[in-house]
């Protein structure tokens, strides 16, 4: 239960924070992110093609997951960092 207020709060936080695009730099990736209103999911556009992830449970910090041309997209946040997963390799760091 601690983790689902914890995991919320954060969301939450994250979508009082998060009213315009967000833009990082993840590797040779640009994604530009929109969060939904109720913090379950996020638009990104990817190099131009985009995709809706959806909230995700995670141990620590939030993760949204999707799929994108066959590819499985997490984008995982903790704090202020955004990791980016592709097909769950190992994570890129995102930037802004």
Known sequence: ????IATS???LSLV???KENSTFICGAYQVDITMAEDGESITAVINGDEMTLNHAISASGVRYVGELNDTV???WNKGSDWTMYLNEED????HR
């Open 1 to 4: 239960m601690k983790k689902f």
């Open 9 to 11: 709060l954060l969301a």
């Open 16 to 18: 009082a924070c998060s």
């Open 73 to 75: 997209v997490t984008l």
């Open 91 to 94: 994570g890129i760091k995102c």
